[in-house]
């Protein structure tokens, strides 16, 4: 198994922007010296829920400082750019940090940020798949020409050009039971979380769809990465632990059902079915279910050592996303889990 850290740059009340920022990166440049295999931002817009708008940009200043972390985003939301200046700054990100670039991509979910952008969210799948399919073009053809219904290009030679060959591995996030299927079609690794699933066994019944779609379109699924995002603090006894992880959790998801779905009494926006519920949801959730379902992983190491033992047997997962600094989670508490996932928890797995 291989480990990494999310970073939501969350700015809850009690910080300042510029507080919460230097931390952030401080936590990120620290994660190599504590033996993490990757650290991945995640792009969000307009609310306090995240204010990471350019994961490259915050990558960047990670990229001089380090030299081994690898360094993906979870996730470049693409329909809220444009692909060929997605293509330009990755591949520059990529040249940057010597071939360290794990692309990890989404179609978003929020609705207040594609208001915000002025994109269309019910066409967010389709305008997906075309920046996709520019990137990829755009960094292994000499010269793109694209006519398609969101994006027209002719004669453009892409520069610069990634240093990984073809190009820095591509992760797709995976909400719905169709996107699952999508991400082993196209071949590309995949990233989860038990945390929308609801439970291992829903991740695990997913995970075996996106398998076998890898298999069934000539992929062989041991060359493909499964990635969890995880929220999990270990501490030195269960009570301590818990005490100072829940706040922050239910923290999460109170922001979180504010801006995930539509509001009451709007219908759902097409295409986005799956998550009319989750508001409602996220307004009741209790810290106990979450425990008791594996969407939080929480206690003395002994138990986090078991709980993801179980994770990695029940799913198959091979690439942890440690999800801890979040809902203002100071600063002393996150580096002291980072010290227990050094010296006691990745041992045991890796």
Not at 186 to 199: D, E, K, T, Y
Not at 207 to 235: C, E, K, W
Request: charged share 25%; with cysteine; proline share 5%.
């Amino acid at each position: 198994m291989r480990f990494g850290m999310l970073h939501l740059f969350e700015s809850p009340e009690g910080r300042s922007e510029a507080q919460m920022i230097d931390e952030q990166l401080s936590l990120m440049e620290a994660a190599e010296e504590y033996g993490f295999d990757s650290l991945w931002p995640a792009e969000h817009h307009f609310t306090e829920y995240g204010v990471c708008g350019s994961p490259a940009l915050n990558l960047a200043a990670i990229a001089r400082t380090t030299r081994k972390i690898r360094l993906g985003t979870g996730v470049c939301v693409l329909p809220l750019h444009n692909p060929i200046r997605v293509a330009e700054d990755f591949a520059m990100l990529d040249q940057m940090s010597g071939g360290r670039v794990d692309f990890g991509v989404g179609r978003g979910y929020q609705p207040i940020e594609f208001q915000g952008f002025g994109v269309d969210q019910t066409r967010s799948a389709k305008i997906f798949d075309e920046s996709l399919e520019i990137i990829r073009r755009a960094w292994t053809e000499e010269k793109l020409n694209f006519e398609g219904e969101f994006f027209q290009f002719k004669d453009l030679e892409i520069r610069p050009r990634p240093l990984q060959d073809p190009h820095p591995p591509i992760w797709m996030a995976a909400l719905s039971q169709q996107t699952f299927e999508k991400a082993g079609r196209l071949g590309f690794n995949l990233l989860l979380s038990p945390v929308f699933g609801g439970s291992l066994q829903a991740a695990r019944d997913n995970i075996q769809r996106y398998r076998q779609a890898l298999a069934d379109n000539g992929f062989d699924p041991a060359s493909r990465q499964v990635g969890a995002l995880t929220m999990m603090f270990a501490g030195k006894s269960h009570e301590e632990a818990r005490s100072q992880f829940a706040e922050p959790v239910i923290w999460y998801f109170r922001t979180f059902g504010k801006f995930v779905a539509p509001k009451v009494g709007q219908p759902p926006i097409q295409g986005y079915e799956w998550y009319t519920d989750i508001r409602d949801l996220a307004s009741v959730v209790e810290w106990e279910t979450l425990i008791e379902h594996g969407a939080v992983i929480c206690g003395e190491t002994p138990y986090v050592i078991e709980r993801l033992q179980e994770m990695k047997e029940m799913t198959g997962i091979d690439h942890l996303l440690g999800w801890t600094r979040l809902g203002g989670l100071s600063d002393d508490l996150v580096t002291s889990h980072m010290e227990l996932m050094r010296d006691e928890i990745m041992p045991a797995l890796r």
